[in-house]
T-cell receptor, first 113, second 115 residues
Framework: KQEVTQIPAALSVPEGENLVLNCSFT??????LQWFRQDPGKGLTSLLL?????REQTSGRLNASLDKSSGRSTLYIAASQPGDSATYLC????????????FGTGTRLLVSP | DTAVSQTPKYLVTQMGNDKSIKCEQN?????MYWYKQDSKKFLKIMFS???????INETVPNRFSPKSPDKAHLNLHINSLELGDSAVYFC??????????????FGPGTRLTVL
């Protein structure tokens, strides 16, 4: 059974810092891995999707990497801003022929001005 | 121009009642999902539908009955509500059933409180 863990559970940094969020998963037989952002009282917004054959994806100040063999993914946020404050969730898609996302426990990020 | 919408946003009800949550997507997607986020913010899939056909049922109690009248709508009906059903329920959609490059688009959530 796939288990997805994220550390740290919470992170507080001053504006401008570069930071790394970690995600680990127990079963490497994944279809892809996705990072989402959740703002308080809102739904999830997709940030990055890494296919199982890929090693990383980049979007603006965000870079996500995937190492299937070690069961790890990292989300790197460069030059953090207060607007980055949110909960970040990683999810493994373990479905074959259909999407079945197994979510991690989330990292709550606070970027202070 | 809301992509995935849910109603109601908040639902407060007594134990034992029956309630429904509605979801609609205007993205033309084939596949829709229901997720439950518990008090510890853990998000777990409940159901997945593709073109009105049930694909995933994650051992959810049969008090929960999803209904998809067409591929743009996936409603969730809950019978005999229990205290443990209190959670935020999210609807989501994706373009296709199997898409290695497709992500999911989430609604704003419905916060259900059972008293």
């Amino acid at each position: 059974k796939q288990e997805v863990t994220q550390i740290p559970a919470a992170l507080s940094v001053p504006e401008g810092e570069n930071l790394v969020l970690n995600c680990s998963f127990t079963d490497s037989a994944i279809y892809n891995l996705q990072w989402f952002r959740q703002d308080p009282g809102k739904g999830l917004t997709s940030l990055l999707l890494i296919q199982s054959s890929q090693r990383e994806q980049t979007s603006g100040r965000l870079n996500a990497s995937l190492d299937k063999s070690s069961g790890r993914s990292t989300l790197y946020i460069a030059a953090s801003q207060p607007g980055d404050s949110a909960t970040y969730l990683c999810a493994c898609n373990e479905g074959t022929g259909f999407q079945k996302l197994v979510f991690g426990t989330g990292t709550r990020l606070l970027v202070s001005p | 121009d809301t992509a995935v919408s849910q109603t109601p946003k908040y639902l407060v009800t007594q134990m034992g009642n029956d309630k429904s949550i509605k979801c609609e997507q205007n993205l033309g997607h084939d596949t829709m999902y229901w997720y439950k986020q518990d008090s510890k913010k853990f998000l777990k899939i409940m159901f997945s539908y593709n073109n009105k056909e049930l694909i995933i049922n994650e051992t959810v109690p049969n008090r929960f009955s999803p209904k998809s009248p067409d591929k743009a709508h996936l409603n969730l009906h809950i019978n005999s509500l229990e205290l443990g059903d209190s959670a935020v329920y999210f609807c989501a959609s994706s373009p296709r059933l199997a898409g290695g490059i497709d992500t999911q688009y989430f609604g704003p959530g419905t916060r259900l409180t059972v008293l």
